[in-house]
Structure formats: C-alpha cells, structure tokens
C-alpha cells in the first residue's frame, strides 16, 4: 500500500511542520515547557484566524475574540440586499469562508443574532431580523454545518451599538452577529 504510507508521511511531516513553525511563533525555548501537538494545531488555527480577519475586515465585517468564544459581526447593508432579507450573491465567498473556518470548531455552538436600525414598526424589525438570521443559518447548514451547532436569532431594533440619528449610526446597527460559543450555557 504505497499510497497509505504517502499520505502517512505526508500528515506527519504537515503536523511537524506546524509543529515548528508554532515553537517558532510561539516562542517556546529549553526555559519554556515543552510544546505539544495541541500547541501546534492552536498555532495553525491562528493563522487561520488572520487569513480570515484579513477576508471580513475587507468586506466590512469584523472578527474578534472574548476568552475562547469567537465573534463576527457582518454588516447587513453589505451581506444583504436592501431593502430585504436576501443574501447578497456577491458575498457568498465570505459566507463559504466562515463556514470552512467553522469546521475547526467541531465542538462550538453558534448563535446567530440579527438586528435592525429604528426604521419601521417594532413587529417589523422582529421579523426582517429573524429571516436575516434564518438566512444565514440556512446558508451554513446548506454548507455542512450541523443543524444541531446552529441557533438563530432575530431581535429587532434592539441592542443597538450606535445611535440611529445618523445615517452612518443606523448602518452599524444593521448587523448579524455570529458567535461561537465553546463552553455553551
């Protein structure tokens, strides 16, 4: 079985690789405790953190970590065609990142949570929020994400993060949050 062994060799050479470039990065020496396989693949999935970074900063979202949980926070004026609940085609590749970037969570939870500026009546903005974050969730359970993982959430008008008295304001208001909850409660 020649191919076997290829693809062994090749898996341990990937892993030790990892392996020496996260002592490298992490700054490990003979003062340090030794690293693990562990400390390698946190490496990898860190550079894997900054490529997507990279990916939504240009796209206008936002990606930042509190302890270990993880959050996006998508704009819908980019993600969304205005006036509607419609995913923006255009925007299908960030959305394929995420969803590949969630397959190194396994274990995670995610929420996903939209909201509305103060425009329309408070049923209304319920209701584009939660088919916004229904939309999402579908998009990303269509891309192999476990339905079970996946929680959606519309909100309204609520829980603003600007004042809607500028146009720039409301824009920020109008956002979905993703968040990936590794000790979910």
Known sequence: ??????????????????????VYAWGFSRHHPKPTIKDAISAYVF???????RLLAYNGALLYRLGDNIHIVLPSDQF?????????????????????????????VIHI??????????????EVSRKKAERIKAYLWAHGIDER???????GRIHDVASNRTVHGSAMNRRVEIHFLSNPT
Not at 13 to 21: A, M
Not at 115 to 125: A, I, M, Q, R
């Open 149 to 155: 993982r996946l929680d959606a959430t519309g909100y």
């Open 47 to 53: 550079n894997s953190d900054i490529r997507i970074q």
């Open 80 to 108: 969304f065609l205005q006036p509607t609940s419609e995913l923006n085609w255009l925007r299908y590749y960030v959305l394929d990142a995420i969803a590949n970037f969630l397959t190194f969570f396994p274990d995670t």
């Open 113 to 126: 949570e939209a909201f509305t500026d103060n425009v329309g009546s408070d049923e209304e903005s319920v």
């Open 1 to 22: 079985m020649p191919h076997k062994n290829f693809v062994r060799v090749f898996l341990i050479s990937l892993v030790l690789t990892i392996f020496s470039t996260s």
